[in-house]
């Protein structure tokens, strides 16, 4: 076997675990993405919960305890940031939550409705 025969036979090698590695990555892409669908399906938020969590975040504000809220809204996906926004009225655009946000706007509403309570 010439230096060329053996070349040509690693190229087709090359060739050959190359497809089966494309193979295997579209495989786990449709598993990934497959398995990403179902995540959003199961995550759906019970409205009173999240009102519940809202009243949660706002005994924590009435203790100073931002802190505490920020890292309870660090650990949420978006789509509950939505809901959560949605089932308590906070009033911000699906397109424009972020966790800061929402941080920003909780803290403005608590701040809100502490002063009405007085």
Same mark, same amino acid.
């Given at each position: 076997?010439?230096?060329?025969?053996? %070349?040509?036979?690693?190229?087709?090698?090359?060739?050959?675990?190359?497809?089966?590695?494309?193979?295997? /990555? %579209?495989?786990?892409?449709?598993?990934?993405?497959?398995?990403?669908?179902?995540?959003?399906?199961?995550?759906?938020?019970?409205?009173?919960?999240? %009102?519940?969590? /809202?009243?949660?975040?706002?005994?924590? /504000?009435?203790?100073? *305890?931002?802190?505490?809220?920020?890292?309870?809204?660090?650990?949420?996906?978006? *789509?509950?940031?939505?809901?959560? $926004?949605?089932?308590?009225?906070?009033? %911000?655009?699906?397109?424009?939550? $972020?966790?800061?946000?929402? /941080?920003?706007?909780?803290? $403005?509403?608590?701040?809100?409705?502490?002063?009405?309570?007085?």
């Amino acid at each position: 076997m010439n230096k060329l025969e053996l %070349i040509e036979k690693k190229i087709e090698l090359l060739n050959k675990n190359l497809n089966d590695l494309k193979k295997l /990555f %579209i495989s786990l892409k449709e598993e990934t993405n497959t398995t990403q669908n179902i995540d959003e399906v199961n995550d759906k938020y019970e409205p009173k919960d999240l %009102i519940n969590d /809202f009243d949660k975040l706002y005994d924590l /504000f009435l203790q100073n *305890k931002q802190n505490e809220i920020k890292d309870f809204l660090k650990l949420r996906p978006k *789509k509950y940031l939505i809901e959560f $926004s949605l089932a308590n009225n906070l009033g %911000i655009e699906k397109s424009k939550i $972020s966790k800061n946000t929402v /941080f920003k706007e909780l803290l $403005s509403w608590m701040m809100q409705r502490k002063e009405i309570s007085k």
